[in-house]
């Protein structure tokens, strides 16, 4: 019985794939959503076709109202 390993936990699954995603940022209450798309995938590819770089992620930002901020501005506009 010598855990010798305990200090060397590592995280085998937990590997670094950076996923391609958008981040949504509301303006009105500050949440933020992430919104993933396979066409990220057709993105990185061209990017990668174009520039000759090695795309590792492709991260969008995009902004606007969600729908609970919307709501409270159409119910405030009457
Ligand atoms: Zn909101």
Redesign the pocket.
């Known amino acids: 019985m010598g855990p010798t390993e305990t200090g060397k936990t590592a995280y085998p699954a937990k590997q670094q794939t950076r996923t391609d995603r958008i981040h949504v940022e509301?303006?009105?209450?500050?949440?933020v959503e992430e919104f993933a798309s396979p066409l990220f995938a057709v993105v990185r590819d061209e990017i990668a076709r174009t520039t000759g770089y090695s795309i590792q992620a492709v991260r969008l930002g995009a902004t606007g109202?969600?729908r609970?901020?919307r709501i409270r501005q159409s119910a405030n506009q009457h």
Not at 26 to 31: E, F, I, K, T, W
């Open positions: 509301c303006l009105g209450c500050g949440r109202h969600c609970s901020c």
